[in-house]
């Protein structure tokens, strides 16, 4: 069988893993394991990152007593994990595949460097055909560095290691025209560049995991943006991903349309880094209307108009219209007292190149 992409990451949501008791679902668990199988045997190269161990924490420890949520998620996260990991181990080794386990943190991906060992050490993993599971380490995150769900880590590492596609697998069949509990309700099958769904997005989030609809769309958008094809689709759906690897026409999921001009390494790195922005070059009207043009500019001094907060050169700042609105992230060339010194000045080097320019 011949399917339609050769690197792909898949997202499994904790309401795909996880019983309505809380429990882990081991045979949804199988079923899926059995299908990631089916295409690492036909050459794929397959990331999966899990959602899960909380919920399986919980589940084995079965704690009546009242915690602080950080003190829950770290104890459930550590005993819930092993045992995820566990589970899987004995599934894929039914099908004679090697698994390793990668836990990460926002933090492994704040600084190049970081961002670059951890690609390695997942690029050393699929070159000698090991299936790297990718799990949020819950244990040691704190409340203000952590993901804001396993999709939002998903997108991270569908960028970071040139997938051809990210699968996110939900409990539902993707985005809805409506609630997706009205059967009348219909899936929205495509969703180009720039398309505006907001008005369609589910606000709540889902039963066992942190996030919700507006994570999933917000992240596929972005990760579209970066030429990754994004599908949204039920997990629990018979064979869902040989379906969708195999295109199938009766599958029912939202497919995000990739980009397809070329995205450098280094922009989607920045593309995923304002919560480390160490601080915010304001510019005016004019030169946020140049880099929010068709052509691709440069952040120059002559359009700035406040630096706000203290940064070092090659720092990630974030960049605000006269507003203060969010227009986009970027790599600044110089130190933030260098950068006032140069504020409305012509005919200067730019205080962030294109190429370590990403726009929101």
């Not at 304001?282 to 946020?288: E, K, M, P, S």
Request: proline share 1%; aromatic share 6%.
């Amino acid at each position: 069988m011949e399917f339609r992409f050769k690197r792909i990451a898949i997202k499994i949501g904790s309401n795909v893993l996880t019983k309505s008791d809380g429990t882990l679902d081991t045979e949804s668990m199988s079923n899926l394991t059995d299908q990631i199988a089916k295409l690492y045997h036909q050459g794929i190269e397959i990331v999966v990152i899990s959602s899960g161990a909380v919920a399986s924490g919980r589940s084995i420890l079965g704690l009546n007593k009242k915690m602080d949520i950080v003190d829950q998620r770290q104890l459930y996260s550590t005993v819930g994990q092993a045992k995820l990991i566990s589970l899987y181990w004995d599934f894929f080794a039914k099908h004679h595949i090697t698994i390793g386990q990668v836990l990460t943190t926002k933090q492994n991906f704040d600084s190049r460097r970081n961002y670059l060992n951890q690609r390695n050490c997942m690029r050393v993993m699929l070159e000698n055909k090991v299936l790297p599971i990718v799990n949020e380490n819950d244990a040691v995150s704190v409340s203000e560095l952590m993901f804001t769900d396993n999709d939002e880590l998903s997108g991270l590492i569908a960028s970071m290691m040139g997938m051809e596609a990210l699968f996110i697998l939900s409990n539902v069949d993707g985005i809805y025209r409506g609630s997706p509990s009205d059967p009348k309700a219909e899936v929205i099958r495509e969703i180009k560049r720039g398309q505006d769904i907001s008005d369609f997005i589910q606000t709540t989030k889902s039963s066992f995991g942190r996030g919700g609809m507006q994570t999933k769309v917000s992240i596929a958008q972005k990760i579209a943006d970066q030429g990754i094809e994004v599908f949204i689709a039920n997990g629990r759906k018979e064979n869902i991903l040989i379906r969708l690897m195999d295109a199938a026409d009766d599958v029912v999921s939202t497919h995000f349309i990739g980009y397809k001009g070329e995205v450098s390494s280094v922009k989607k790195w920045i593309a995923h880094s304002e919560d480390f922005a160490k601080g915010e070059i304001r510019i005016n009207t004019n030169a946020a209307k140049a880099l929010l043009g068709d052509k691709a500019v440069s952040l120059l001094p002559v359009g700035v108009t406040e630096i706000i907060g203290n940064f070092e050169k090659d720092d990630i700042v974030r960049i605000v219209d006269e507003s203060g609105q969010s227009i986009g992230v970027g790599k600044v060339r110089y130190d933030s007292k260098k950068a006032r010194e140069l504020i409305g000045k012509k005919n200067q080097r730019p205080l962030i190149h294109y190429d370590y320019l990403y726009l929101e």
